[in-house]
């Protein structure tokens, strides 16, 4: 990072003139030092990834599967049928919490139920937000192990067998353990085109490094593993936006380790326009800002997470100088002011595609493993690496301002 500070220099000057040395030492360390550390230490964790096999498994306990769902009509059908054709050993048991749906959900719950009997049913009167759900199915859970699912994703027919098996195999302090989200619906737009890409490198990439430093910082609602007596015992879910990454926090600011199982997939149904994008991305960054405000202590915790905690700090400063610096300095460049975007910037792209490429391979073995298909759609590669930034950093930037303000919050199930 110092040699970059150094080769850096006369950028620093030649902005600092325009602009001020402040602001120019903020936009060039968020813009160009930081990330690029980051995505250093990314290539090379990357590179030297192994993992651990699962061990034999001589008998699956049995297990509780629980979906929140609030007018889910049009997928939970498919998503429980997904849960029961499940190559799974042992008991499992799905309860669906009905969030107090104006639609059919509970109608098609409670008609499948006459098909499995060891489907349950909450029907909850009001909408009461996914947490709550989550906190009425775990009362009704007798099982040590609670796995959540969305109710408008499905399950691939290894993923509970997988996920189970990661657990068992993990240290005995693991408490939960993450699973894999892919894209159900790729081709429904451009924003679900790019999405698929960030699912399959991005936010699968950034798991796989965690867990190789012994803690995962989000073990998602969408689809992940957790310890009955563990949830008990720090009271469930917590009834905010981001009820997921603070309950994660909560796990490892008392000492936890969370896990991620890279081959346990689900398919989500992912936002198919912008405004829905921008919503979920804004409700994601609040979560990021709920956490650290539920679990300040953990900054201080000294075990290797430490590090992607404090580095979480840095994303918020990340996405306001690319936002309000990098966004307008491409503008700047169409009229020929090169402060902070260049001919120099064309320079980042074969290192892009040799970070991409690598992530690429990684990401590929443990779809082929389980004879799922790898992501081939070229514009939604072009979008991703290009575009989709222009629209997911300002997304959170809107958030992280929404919880400093204290606004309101939307909570809903999704």
């Known amino acids: ?244 990454i603070v309950l994660t926090w909560k796990m490892l600011d008392a000492g936890y380790r969370v896990g991620h199982a890279e081959n346990a997939y689900v398919y989500t149904t992912t936002p198919s326009t912008l405004k829905q994008f921008a919503r979920q991305r804004r409700r994601w960054s609040r979560g990021l800002m709920e956490a650290f405000k539920a679990n300040p202590r953990i900054l201080f915790r000294p075990r290797l997470t430490m590090m992607f905690i404090w580095w979480n700090t840095l994303y918020p400063l990340m996405d306001i100088a690319f936002t309000f610096g990098y966004i307008p300095g491409m503008i700047l460049a169409l009229f020929g002011k090169f402060w902070i975007v260049g001919p120099m910037t064309l320079c980042i792209l074969p290192l892009t595609i040799l970070m991409n490429s690598v992530m690429y391979q990684r990401c590929k073995s443990s779809l082929e493993e389980k004879q799922l298909t790898t992501p081939t759609d070229k514009l939604g590669l072009l979008i991703y690496s290009f575009a989709y930034p222009m629209f997911l950093q300002p997304a959170c930037v809107v958030g992280y301002f929404s919880e400093f303000m204290n606004m309101k919050k939307t909570w809903g199930t999704k």
Not at 64 to 77: F, R
Not at 98 to 119: M, P, Q
Not at 165 to 180: C, K
Request: charged share 20%.
């Open 1 to 244: 990072m110092a040699l970059s500070v150094w080769i850096s220099a006369p950028w620093y000057d030649s902005l600092g003139a325009e602009i001020g040395v402040v602001p120019a030492g903020f936009l060039i360390t968020f813009i160009a030092i930081v990330p690029g550390f980051i995505n250093a230490f990314v290539f090379v964790s990357t590179i030297l990834d192994k993992r651990p096999q699962i061990g034999n498994i001589a008998k699956y306990p049995p297990a509780t599967v629980l979906v929140a769902a609030y007018n889910e009509e049009a997928s939970i059908g498919e998503t429980v049928e997904s849960l029961f054709n499940q190559n799974y050993p042992g008991d499992l048991k799905v309860i669906v919490i009905n969030d107090g749906s104006s639609d059919k959900t509970a109608w098609i719950v409670r008609t499948l139920t006459r098909k499995y009997e060891n489907l349950e049913l909450i029907d909850l009167e009001k909408n009461a937000g996914k947490a709550n759900a989550l906190n009425q199915g775990l009362k009704a859970c007798s099982t040590d192990i609670v796995i959540t699912v969305d109710a408008d994703c499905t399950a691939h027919v290894d993923a509970i067998k997988t996920i189970v098996g990661r657990y068992l195999t993990d240290p005995e302090t693991t408490t939960a353990v993450a699973g894999s989200i892919m894209v159900r619906n790729p081709k429904q737009s451009w924003i679900t085109k790019a999405q698929e890409w960030d699912y399959f490198l991005g936010i699968s990439i950034t798991k796989r490094i965690q867990s190789m430093f012994q803690g995962t910082l989000v073990a998602q609602g969408a689809f992940s593993l957790y310890d009955r007596r563990t949830l008990v015992e720090l009271g469930g879910w917590p009834e905010m936006v981001g009820e997921d």
